[in-house]
């Protein structure tokens, strides 16, 4: 599997080119690694570019596409990353307005891969086996039960704050291919792991979420780890942080030091 992050260029000849490698290629997918560069390789040949590709210091499966004007990779622009390390961390989100963000920390990092809802008509989770564990990415604190999103409107416009409820949220996780019984899903939403704050004995979202899952008949999670995190989320390339007041210095700690497990797999003979 390949994941690609692409950069932008200042030369007219590589923007063009980067555009047709999106439209061919896209941000991921099942192709050989040889079947790939066979695609920029072509590309380049078409706007009479030359291409280099350029190994990342200690990630051999992690890999610098550049173009240049010479073939002495003079004025050269590295057009895209391309990671085809084996996925253990899966990064998703279910507004792809909040895709962009979480590409860039992640798509080129060795043994992670980042991907979002599309439509209907695709399922982006499938590609994944179900030893990865799925990073399920969005807004937990702009309203109450609800999943929400940077714009507002990427959920469903008929709820109070346009976003998910917990059975919404898995419905969408399902139909974009969520594989049977993943080994955990941690849910990454600010007081996801909290309980309302009119209500300190109340559910949190994240508990609500998991209801949904092991009621679902039609769906097995009984061999899955279900977690979320307490507090004001801000996500970093080296995991993020949390903080019990937004933005307040004196209460950040790791985020996985605010960890919580809703529900652990169950004992299957």
């Known amino acids: ?7 932008k260029s200042d030369m007219h000849k590589a923007a063009a080119a980067i555009q047709v490698l999106q439209s061919s ?29 350029k190994g990342v210091k200690d990630e051999p ?37 909040m895709f962009a963000q979480v590409e860039g920390l992640y798509q080129a990092k060795a043994g992670y891969a980042v ?5 209907d008509a695709t399922k982006p989770l499938a590609k994944f086996g179900p030893h990865a564990m799925f990073y399920i ?14 714009c507002g409107n990427c959920g469903n416009n ?9 059975g919404e949220l898995w419905q969408r996780l399902k139909a974009d291919g969520l594989p049977q019984n993943p080994s955990c899903i941690r849910l990454w939403a600010c007081l ?10 109340g559910k949190s979202f994240a508990a609500y979420f998991h209801m949904q899952a092991s009621w679902d008949d039609e769906f097995k999670t009984e061999r899955t780890l279900f977690q979320s995190f307490s507090g004001y989320l801000t996500m ?21 030091d605010r960890l919580r497990t809703i529900a652990k797999p169950q004992q299957v003979k």
Not at 1 to 7: D, E, K, L
Not at 137 to 150: F, P, Q, R, S
Not at 240 to 251: I, K, L, P, V
């Open 1 to 7: 599997m390949y994941r690609i992050t692409y950069c």
């Open 25 to 53: 290629l896209g941000t991921t997918g099942t192709r050989v690694y040889a079947d790939v560069r066979r695609v920029f390789d072509d590309v380049a040949e078409r706007y009479e570019l030359f291409f280099q590709e």
């Open 61 to 97: 499966a992690v890999r610098e596409m550049v173009f240049s004007l010479d073939d002495k990779g003079r004025n050269g622009d590295t057009i895209a990353i391309v990671n085809t390390s084996p996925v253990h961390m899966v990064y998703y989100t279910p507004f792809p307005c």
């Open 115 to 119: 991907t979002r809802h599309i439509g």
């Open 137 to 150: 990415v969005c807004h937990g604190d702009k309203t109450g039960g609800e999943a929400t999103c940077d």
């Open 158 to 166: 008929l709820n109070l704050g346009r976003g998910l409820t917990p």
């Open 192 to 201: 996801g792991a909290d309980p309302p704050a009119n209500d300190p004995t």
């Open 236 to 256: 970093t390339k080296n995991g993020g942080y949390s903080y019990t007041q937004r933005e307040n210095e004196a209460t950040k700690v790791r985020a996985m």
